[in-house]
Each structure stands twice: as structure tokens, then as C-alpha cells.
């Protein structure tokens, strides 16, 4: 396979793409057991790391697409970071996937996202505020290591 492939094509076609990957082994390590969703760019499946029961999140992303150098300078940073509020990064390489070229990070499978609880109900009062003190912490934590997050949105909460 090319690294020069473009991935293009319907939604359905994106999908058959990436989800062809599932139940391959990324960087001789993390299995790519379920295939979770896509874009043109990348994917995500779910995945374990070895001795651990809880499942991870391997996000994948095409070399040379764009932003992705951006995107493995970011998840090479946030590797350090370790707050309650945010989501771990465990690992993030420069790898290949069956002749393609990717990088990758492997991060903690969060329990929900904000925009799944918000497409089924409001969020209580209380909700909210535990919600808005949370980001507050995680944003606090991250401005004092000098740093801002640039996706502060529901589906990033």
C-alpha cells in the first residue's frame, strides 16, 4: 500500500477502509480489536494493553495527512500530563499498518463524552456545575504548564 494513497470516497467507503485494519496487531503491541469510527484521515479502534483489563483507545492517523505533524507533537506532549480531568496518553509512535504509513496514540477510553449524554438529555444543575469545575481544574492544570487546550468543545469533553 502507498503512503501516497488519498482515502476518499462516501462515508461507507471511508469506513471499509479503516475498518479493514480491525483485528491487526498496530507497532507489534496494541491489537485493533474493535473498530469504533473514522474519517479520511484516521480512526479509532478500541484495544488493551498488555496486563491490563480496561480497554484504551488507539487513535490512528495517516502520515502525511493534515495536521498530523501537529498531531503527534501534541500527543508526544500530552504523554506527561497526568491531571484526573484529562485523558492519558500512553503512547504515540511513528509506525506502519500493513504498508501504511501512521502515527498513532493509545489513550485512556473515556468513560462517556459529553456530546452522547447531550444527545439524550439536559444535564442537571448539579450536573453542569461538577462539569464546569472539572474543566476548569483540567484547563488550570494545563495554563500552568503553559499550555492551552484547542478543542474545548462537547465532543472533547
Not at 480491525?22 to 484495544?47: C, H, I
Request: aromatic share 8%; with cysteine.
Amino acid at each position: 500500500m502507498s503512503d501516497s494513497l488519498k482515502i476518499s470516497g462516501s462515508v461507507n467507503e471511508v469506513s471499509v477502509f479503516w475498518k479493514r485494519f480491525e483485528g491487526q496487531l498496530l507497532d507489534g503491541q496494541f491489537p485493533l480489536e474493535d473498530y469504533l469510527g473514522s474519517s479520511n484521515a484516521g480512526a479509532t479502534f478500541a484495544s488493551r494493553l498488555a496486563g491490563h483489563e480496561d480497554p484504551v483507545l488507539v487513535k490512528i492517523v495517516r502520515s502525511g495527512s493534515v495536521g498530523w505533524e501537529r498531531r503527534i507533537a501534541s500527543w508526544t506532549l500530552a504523554k506527561d500530563l497526568r491531571h484526573e480531568n484529562l485523558v492519558w496518553v500512553y503512547s504515540c509512535a511513528l509506525s506502519n499498518l500493513d504498508g501504511l504509513r501512521v502515527i498513532y496514540a493509545v489513550t485512556e477510553f473515556p468513560d462517556a463524552k459529553l456530546t452522547d449524554v447531550l444527545l439524550e438529555r439536559c444535564l442537571t444543575k448539579d450536573e453542569g456545575r461538577e462539569l464546569l469545575l472539572n474543566c476548569a481544574a483540567a484547563l488550570q492544570y494545563l495554563h500552568q504548564k503553559g499550555l492551552v487546550h484547542t478543542h474545548v468543545e462537547p465532543a472533547d469533553i
